[in-house]
């Protein structure tokens, strides 16, 4: 039963944590499109600001870790299920 309790813990965290990192992608690319309507050539790609660059590079970290803290969140749960199964063969 404790490894059960350990698995829930486990996925409802790293739920949390993707909630958090999906609201931080979505947030850097609303700042990204506001952005590149205020900058001169922003649109074509010619022209850029440290703030856009800072929202790009946010985007860039927040989808990595958002699809790393996902690939984490559905796969320990499924190898600790065939884990659990293995064991229960015996």
Not at 35 to 51: E, F, H, I, R, Y
Request: no cysteine; proline share 4%; net charge positive.
């Amino acid at each position: 039963m404790p490894r059960r309790k350990a698995l829930v813990v486990w996925i409802v965290g790293s739920g949390l944590i993707a909630l958090v990192l999906a609201g931080v992608l979505v947030s850097a690319a609303i700042t990204a499109t506001i952005l590149v309507d205020q900058v001169p050539g922003g649109d074509d790609g010619l022209a850029s600001t440290p703030a856009l660059d800072g929202a790009y590079s946010t985007m860039t970290w927040s989808l990595v870790a958002l699809v790393v803290v996902a690939a984490l969140g559905v796969s320990v749960p499924l190898v600790a299920r065939r884990i659990r199964r293995r064991s229960s063969f015996r």
